[in-house]
T-cell receptor, first 114, second 113 residues
C-alpha cells in the first residue's frame, strides 16, 4: 500500500548547522509530495511541495527534491535558526484517480539551540 | 490568504457529554477533513467530506460523526465523549483539483475528564 516513512526524532541541532530530515515513500503511480511544518501551539502549514519526479520544492531556505529512483523526498536546510524549531511532516497524495486524501509520515521534531 | 478557523483553541468536557467541534474555511474548498493528532501517532484521519452533505470515513471514525450542511462549514461530533478522545483535533480543507495541498486550522485541544 501507500506509505510515508520519516526519520525518527527528536533532532537537536545548534544554530547555523545543516539540516537533513529523511523521507521515503511507497506509492503506485506518480504521487505529489509535500513537507508541512507545525510550529508550537499551531496547526500545520505547507512548507514546500513537488508534483513530479526531479522537481525541487523550496521555501524559507528549505529544499527537497522528488527522487523517483530512490523514492525519497528529503528535507534540507543549509543553516538552521532557532525559529525553525518545529515538527516537520512529510506527506504524499496519490496521483491517479480522484484521490483527495494525504498519506502522512509520523513527523520529526526539530529543536535548534542558540 | 486561505483561512481555516476552528471554534475553540481549548476545550474541557466531561465523560459522556456531546461535543461539537466546528470548522469554517473561506476559500470555497470542496474538500474538508478532520484529523486527530497524538504524540507518536502523527495525524490520523477521522472523516472527510468532498461536498455538502457528503462524507467518507477515514482511518479512525469510531466514536465520531460529522456534518456538512454548508460548503464552508464542517463539524465534528463526539456523541458521548470518552477519556480516550482527549487529543488535538485539526481541521483542514483543499480544492478538489490541484496538487492536493491541505490548509489547516490552528487546532482544538480537547480534554475529556
Amino acid at each position: 500500500g501507500n506509505s510515508v516513512t520519516q526519520m525518527e526524532g527528536p533532532v537537536t541541532l545548534s544554530e547555523e548547522a545543516f539540516l537533513t530530515i529523511n523521507c521515503t515513500y511507497t506509492a503506485t503511480g506518480y504521487p505529489s509530495l509535500f513537507w508541512y511544518v507545525q510550529y508550537p501551539g499551531e496547526g500545520l502549514q505547507l512548507l514546500l511541495k513537488a508534483t513530479k519526479a526531479d522537481d525541487k520544492g523550496s521555501n524559507k531556505g528549505f529544499e527537497a527534491t522528488y527522487r523517483k529512483e530512490t523514492t525519497s523526498f528529503h528535507l534540507e536546510k543549509g543553516s538552521v535558526q532557532v525559529s525553525d524549531s518545529a515538527v516537520y511532516f512529510c506527506a504524499l497524495k496519490r496521483g491517479a484517480g480522484n484521490n483527495r486524501k494525504l498519506i502522512w509520515g509520523l513527523g520529526t521534531s526539530l529543536a535548534v539551540n542558540p | 490568504d486561505v483561512k481555516v478557523t476552528q471554534s475553540s483553541r481549548y476545550l474541557v468536557k466531561r465523560t459522556g457529554e456531546k461535543v461539537f467541534l466546528e470548522c469554517v474555511q473561506d476559500m470555497d474548498h470542496e474538500n474538508m477533513f478532520w484529523y486527530r493528532q497524538d504524540p507518536g501517532l502523527g495525524l490520523r484521519l477521522i472523516y472527510f467530506s468532498y461536498d455538502v452533505k457528503m462524507k467518507e470515513k477515514g482511518d479512525i471514525p469510531e466514536g465520531y460523526s460529522v456534518s456538512r450542511e454548508k460548503k464552508e462549514r464542517f463539524s465534528l461530533i463526539l456523541e458521548s465523549a470518552s477519556t480516550n478522545q482527549t487529543s488535538m483535533y485539526l481541521c483542514a480543507s483543499s480544492f478538489l483539483a490541484g496538487a492536493g495541498e491541505q490548509f489547516f486550522g490552528p487546532g482544538t485541544r480537547l480534554t475529556v475528564l
